[in-house]
């Protein structure tokens, strides 16, 4: 795993969609922008009304200050559809996406008010184990081509879930509780600015973008890795339930 650690590490500022399209109106409604002064970071997903999800490192090297909830275009953000980060819960084990556990949760400042623009995505109800070529899809602003630029508009692209053992094989190794779908034998994955987003099955939020090859979205050389949210749910509802205690 030594060389793994290595090939990793080197990526991981922020993970647009390659080889996608423009979301749809009125769907995705859970999607969220994590912003620094310097605008779009990475993605994140709401699961509650005061909590999005996002993976650990997303909060280095920008500094995360605000969540965009509730709209497509990131450009033009009216000041209610802004949440400040209040605190951030990063996986106690992290330290770098090599060696996985990379998943945090952001306590929002003021809780977001659910409607027909803005909703909550469902993460799964107990440890799941997805077929070989499952449909899912995974959504961001990220690059549209490696070395590109975050874009303002949400884009979403289909990707199929590989099997373990494959993604094992051609990265040569990979953290535990990761589920890898996309980038290898497609051009269809993620790139920078994207990490932190969902890769959604059957309408639940079953990873976090974690991890490309080394900034390279000109696939199909390795698959896309995703934190396997279904197995650290004991550490979400934890941290749900102590800051509820603390209210």
């Not at 589920?179 to 959604?200: N, R």
């Amino acid at each position: 795993m030594e060389k793994l650690y290595i090939l990793l590490i080197v990526h991981v500022e922020e993970n647009e969609i390659i080889d996608g399209e423009k979301a749809p109106e009125n769907s995705m409604l859970y999607m969220a922008s994590l912003q620094s002064k310097g605008g779009h970071v990475c993605g994140g997903f709401l699961i509650s009304e005061d909590f999005v999800m996002t993976a650990a490192h997303c909060q280095v090297p920008d500094n995360l200050t605000r969540v965009v909830l509730g709209t497509h275009n990131i450009k033009n953000v009216d000041e209610g559809k802004i949440r400040y980060i209040e605190k951030m819960y990063k996986h106690e084990s992290y330290q770098n996406v090599g060696t996985g556990k990379d998943i945090m949760l952001l306590k929002l400042s003021r809780k977001a008010e659910l409607n027909n623009k803005l909703q909550t995505i469902p993460l799964p109800r107990s440890e799941i184990h997805l077929g070989d070529n499952t449909k899912c899809y995974v959504a961001g602003w990220g690059f549209i081509k490696t070395g590109g630029g975050v874009v303002n508009e949400l884009r979403v692209v289909d990707v199929s879930v590989i099997n373990p053992r494959v993604c094992r094989e051609m990265w040569g190794g990979v953290p535990d509780n990761v589920i890898c779908a996309g980038g290898y034998k497609t051009k269809k994955g993620f790139c920078q600015g994207d990490s932190g987003g969902p890769l959604v099955c059957d309408g639940t939020a079953v990873g976090i973008v974690s991890f490309n090859w080394e900034k390279n979205c000109n696939y199909p050389d390795k698959p896309n890795v995703y934190t396997d949210v279904s197995k650290y749910l004991p550490w979400i509802k934890t941290i749900l339930k102590r800051t509820k205690r603390s209210e």
